[in-house]
């Protein structure tokens, strides 16, 4: 029982991949609050662990509802005294190409997918920070990080949840807070009709869950983006090429297309601690150069 006493809240966890994920947790000994937009649903689920000889509560509401999270949070916290885990899994889709996509539907897959994550981790941050222990898991997408037809609102929410990931383990690493991204591929509501019918019977989402197990530990990493589907697991990661110096000069733009192949070579390049860590590259390089001129 590893997360014994531990106590998590799994978003979107009244079916497909989120209800996985809330009996994974459970099984492994966490308390579980298991959050859905529909009551009977996470009722359900929590009814299942409770079954199984777990503790678990149902809270019913949606991710965007700023009031409603904080008053989750709250009953949560009045129960268990803490939280020690968020599971920000909710998600939508509105899948169509960007021609013929409204911003209505981009807005609406944005809101659930980026700012109830937001506004989850806000809901839980304080809390966290207080009793300097905290794991949050963003879910990010393949169609995020890589593109996919058809999902530009879908994948832009995705890859800004691993900018929030970045930024927000930063600044929990003193409090004892890590965060980081599960990217899954199951078969689910979300993916039916997406994938061929013989990679969705492959597609377990039961086989993705094992997948928070080393995300919420005790020794958890943080900033890791973590992908899993099929029982298949590997690591993604953001990286900076080591690059080139070209100087100014009005034909900088032409140099830059003759030294892009340079420019691109993955050879050196490495997964930054920080953003400025690309400014203090660039400076350093500068300044290197300079001073090699005036030694010439």
Known sequence: M??????????????GLGRQHALYLAGKGARVVVNDLAPEAAEAVAGEIRAGGGEAMAIAGSVTDEAGVAAMVAQA????????ILVNNAGILRDRSFAKMSLHEF??????????????????????RAQGYGRIVMTTSSSGLYGNFGQANYGAAKMALVGLMQT???????????????????STGMTAGVLP?????????????????????????TRAILCAGAGHFARAYVTLTEGRHLGAGADAGERLIAQWDAVSDPVGQIVP???????????????????TAETV
């Open 273 to 291: 601690e920080y953003g400025f860590t690309q400014a203090e590259r660039e400076v350093a390089s500068a300044n290197a150069n300079a001073n």
């Open 107 to 128: 807005r609406q897959v944005v809101d659930v997918h980026l700012m109830g994550a937001a506004i989850c981790s806000k809901a839980v941050w304080e809390s966290m």
């Open 2 to 15: 590893p997360l014994k006493e531990r106590v998590a809240i799994v978003t979107g966890a009244g079916g």
């Open 77 to 84: 916290i009045d129960a268990w005294r803490r939280i020690d």
């Open 197 to 221: 019918e013989e990679s969705l019977r492959a597609l377990d989402p039961a086989l993705v869950s094992p997948a928070l197990l080393p995300l919420v530990g005790e020794d958890a990493p």
């Open 168 to 186: 927000l383990a930063i600044e929990g690493a003193k409090y004892g807070i890590r965060v980081n991204c599960l990217a899954p591929t199951a």
